[in-house]
């Protein structure tokens, strides 16, 4: 089975805090996602990874930045936390475009 | 842009019966990619079931099918003989088919499911 692993379920920060979001999977997929997920606004994009040091901008970066240094690593970054990056954060991973993509368990950020 | 509309935030089904879950996109391409996610309270997103656009049969899995309606821009979501392990929030998604730059994947807002036992 395919497994996306999220580094942590809930976190707790303060307002400019560096945050770290650790994502692995282990079928070698080439392409890596972060999604941020809030109420009624389903999920968005915020960065994607389609090799090892490549990166693309989402939907929503702005706040963000993401490192990608092993195929199967992939980190979001929060340089300085505000309260309206309090979310869920997902991480996903597939093979190729259209192809399934697997999903971790999510990240439960509170920035207080 | 492409955008994905789920008009039903929310919906509830007697267990046993049938529910279906509309989805809406809007895209101008002719070959793309459309996914049903379900997302159990435990949170861990996992495919329900995938369609191509190319393909005129309608995609089932089980319990789920799907109604994919390409001119209307349709693709909804049935589920049959409701169980209670059906309770999740669904997240209808789109993505174009092709290379470079078109692996992402655009998401509704999402219908919660409820089973009414």
């Known amino acids: 089975d395919v497994k996306v692993t999220q580094s942590s379920r809930y976190l707790v920060k303060r307002t400019g805090e560096k945050v770290f979001l650790e994502c692995v999977q282990d079928?070698?997929?080439?392409?890596m996602f972060w999604y941020r997920q809030d109420p009624g606004l389903g999920l968005r994009l915020i960065y994607f990874?389609?090799?090892?040091?490549?990166?693309e901008k989402g939907d929503i970066p702005e706040g963000y930045s993401v490192s990608r240094e092993k195929k199967e690593r992939f980190s979001l970054i929060l340089e300085s936390a505000s309260t309206n990056q309090t979310s869920m954060y997902l991480c996903?991973?597939?093979?190729?475009?259209?192809?399934?993509?697997?999903f971790g368990a999510g990240t439960r950020l509170s920035v207080l | 842009a492409q955008t994905v509309t789920q008009s039903q935030p929310e919906m509830s089904v007697q267990e046993a019966e049938t529910v279906t879950l509309s989805c809406t996109y809007d895209t101008s391409e002719s070959d793309y990619y459309l996914f049903w996610y379900k997302q159990p309270p435990s949170r861990q997103m996992i495919l329900v079931i995938r369609q191509e656009a190319y393909k005129q049969q309608n995609a089932t899995e089980n319990r789920f099918s799907v109604n994919f309606q390409k001119a209307a821009k349709s693709f909804s979501l049935k589920i049959s003989d409701s169980q209670l392990g059906d309770a999740a929030m669904y997240f209808c998604?789109?993505?174009?088919?092709?290379?470079?730059?078109?692996?992402?994947?655009?998401f509704g807002t999402g219908t919660r499911l409820t089973i009414i036992p």
């Open positions: 996903a991973s597939n093979s190729a475009p259209g192809y399934i993509q697997y």
């Open positions: 079928m070698d997929h080439e392409n």
């Open positions: 990874s389609y090799d090892v040091k490549m990166k």
């Open positions: 998604a789109y993505t174009p088919s092709g290379n470079f730059g078109n692996e992402k994947l655009t």
